[in-house]
């Protein structure tokens, strides 16, 4: 069996989950657009840029579900499947997956971004294993606005993903062959580790990389 492991916003999606997460918000009414979009996009910039503190960014889109009730947040996010994810999720992507699935290979999605916004994802996907960012949440369900543990981002997916791993009973050398697929230079770490790091429609920073590194590049989404 090998591991097969995927980014998610920029590789399996073309949009970033979190940052249109907002935007629907935002459309929706639910928040108050100017100050929330201003920061949201500052947020999305920092991120292209390599310099997000995910700590900060996380807590404040958590905070910013923790106004509502877990009730009103599930619904809006079924629309938000419905109109902004679904028409998004494309063949290219989900047969990328399927190759891998078919193959018998250990699959999953590693994100940085929240498992209340990704979870919905990952299962339009067929992805049944989901590494993401951890929301605390009250015994009602509803979101605190707190990040339990270290954000699932760049270092912080190599500690997630072998915490993973090891409630399997198993560890990434386990496997004959280890695939991450990513679109980011924030994912270095990680696809530094495994045995087949494929950069993934990627962006300038990770495709200079992985060509200094003689890594294949794949483009699911304009070829």
Known sequence: MNLALFDLDHTLLPIDSDHEWGEFLTRTGAIEPHAFKARNNAFFEQYK??????VEYLEFALSTLAQFSRRQIDEWHLAYMREVIEPVILPAARDLVKKHQDAGD???IVTATNRFVTAPI???LDVEHL???EPEFNEDGSITGKL???PTSGAGKITHTNAWLATRGLALSDFPRSYFYSDSQNDIP???IVTDPIATNPNALLTAHAQAHGWPIINLFND
């Open 148 to 150: 339990l543990g270290v």
């Open 49 to 54: 840029a390599g310099t997000l503190d995910p």
């Open 131 to 133: 590494i993401a960012a």
């Open 190 to 192: 990680l696809l530094s």
């Open 122 to 124: 990952a299962r339009a």
């Open 106 to 108: 250990l699959v999953a």
